[in-house]
């Protein structure tokens, strides 16, 4: 029985982890935020890589640190009912809502999208038919298959990417240009909302349970030594996803002055490709695209599939995974911008309730795990993120709030701090954590049922 790891083991599981996280997804914003941060690239990269990167680490260490067995269990320190409608709600959005038919255009605007003339909404019609059409027919007849696709396609990503980025600092494709809209005078706080967009920090309270279940199958048991090695898997993927999402950003920002600028990362990829590689280069990215999105997209299905016929297993998996398939496609079809836009306001919403549950989790042992502090903490942030959510939905959209809104949003930005900056439930749910805490252990009142059992 083993107490520790070798590095070696470490890194595999860490490169595991990296591959869990970067779907072809992750390439578009660091490169849509490149080329609308321009002379303001830095201040946008680290927001960026705040919850780019950093929050994915946090999720995961938060999951080591708990000893849960899953999300659910986890969240069900708050309530069994809460329990099962974050996490659903999270599964959704990291699957058919947004996430997976997220795969289908970024396939098709980075592999296909370039070679194809007349009506792109055709193109992408019949070409995300194929693309989930694949990805049920995987999903119900798992093979090998993809697994084999997803041990070559890592290195292969990894070895095209570093070679494009290679090319980006030798021979840059122009000098950064003028910044453009939010990113002039915030550039900081564009990036740093920017990275909620990867969705990577509500993955890894999923994928937190993958690395540890890794690391206990090499034999590791004491809860002590599966956290570091946890935390060491978890240095070694968000390393690798910080370098390449730095290099994209600054691939972008030098693109502007050869290529023009576009609405989405995607056509910015293929253009880089093709100005360093000609031809030949634009279809191997778009070969090697084309298939990490399609082992996301049967992954995304796979584990929405399964979670969801264990809280409703009256439905089969096989029913699941017809329906979800099928609303990707649907989904889709309205194309990446419009994925993109209708996610921002549910991603407002949710962020600030997975970071709580982050927070809480790391803070329990302070407050003895009592339910009372969990409960009042995610009431406040939910107060808060609500708001943020629906404010952020009409601001897309051009409505106007809500009558009720306007008076409670002039309460948040005249009273909370950080409001201006999307963090105005923080310091709230601090607040909140301490005096509750405080309570808590004057009046030695009991655990959570999921830590006390």
């Not at 027919?137 to 997803?150: E, F, Q, S, Y």
């Not at 890894?204 to 090499?218: D, E, H, K, P, Q």
């Not at 009372?372 to 406040?380: D, F, G, K, S």
Request: hydrophobic share 55%.
């Amino acid at each position: 029985m083993k107490t520790k790891l070798s590095f070696s083991s470490y890194f595999v599981i860490g490169v595991m982890l990296f591959a869990l996280f970067f779907g072809a997804g992750n390439l578009i914003f660091p490169a849509q935020l490149g080329q609308y941060a321009g002379t303001n690239l830095w201040p946008a990269a680290i927001g960026f890589l705040i919850t780019g990167v950093g929050l994915p680490f946090l999720g995961i260490l938060a999951m080591g640190f708990s000893g849960s067995a899953n999300l659910q269990e986890l969240a069900s320190r708050i309530h069994p009912t809460y329990a099962v409608i974050f996490t659903s709600l999270l599964y959704l959005t990291i699957g058919p809502f947004f996430a997976t038919p997220r795969t289908g255009t970024v396939a098709y605007d980075i592999g296909i999208a370039p070679f194809v003339g007349g009506s792109q909404q055709v193109g992408l019609l019949i070409f995300t038919l194929i693309f989930f059409g694949i990805t049920m027919w995987l999903c119900l007849n798992p093979t090998k298959i993809v697994d084999r696709v997803g041990k070559i396609l890592s290195p292969g990503i990894i070895i095209l990417l570093v070679a494009l980025l290679v090319m980006v600092v030798v021979n840059p494709m122009g000098t950064p240009q003028a910044s453009q809209d939010a990113y002039t005078d915030g550039a900081f706080v564009k990036g740093f909302l920017e990275g909620y967009n990867t969705m990577d920090a509500l993955a890894s309270l999923v994928f937190g349970i993958i690395v540890i279940n890794a690391v206990r199958a090499l034999g590791v048991t004491s809860r002590r030594e599966i956290l570091s090695a946890t935390m060491k898997s978890g240095l070694v993927a968000t390393a690798f996803l910080a370098l390449i999402y730095v290099g994209i950003a600054y691939l972008g920002a030098t693109s502007v002055e050869s290529v023009g600028l576009f609405d989405t990362g995607g056509p910015v990829l293929s253009s880089a490709a093709s100005y360093y590689f000609g031809s030949f280069g634009s279809v191997v990215l778009a070969i090697i695209i084309i298939l990490a999105c399609l082992t996301t997209s049967i992954g995304l299905i796979t584990a929405c599939g399964e979670y969801f016929h264990t809280i409703v297993p009256r439905v089969s998996y096989k029913a699941f995974v017809v329906f979800f398939s099928l609303f990707s496609f649907t989904i889709a079809n309205f194309g990446l911008s419009n994925i993109i836009m209708y996610s921002v306001p549910v991603l407002m919403l949710l962020y600030p309730l997975a970071i709580t549950l982050m927070l809480l989790t790391f803070l329990s042992p302070m407050f003895n795990h009592v339910r009372l502090v969990y409960v009042a903490a995610t009431i406040t942030a939910f107060m808060v993120s609500v708001i943020d959510g629906l404010k952020t939905f009409c601001d897309t959209f051009g409505m106007e709030y809500f009558s009720w809104m306007q008076p409670v949003i002039s309460f948040y930005e005249q009273y909370l701090p950080l409001y201006g900056q999307g963090l105005g439930w923080l310091l709230p749910v601090l607040a909140v954590i301490l005096i509750t805490g405080v309570i808590a252990r004057i009046q030695h009142l009991p655990a959570a049922e999921e830590v006390s059992s």
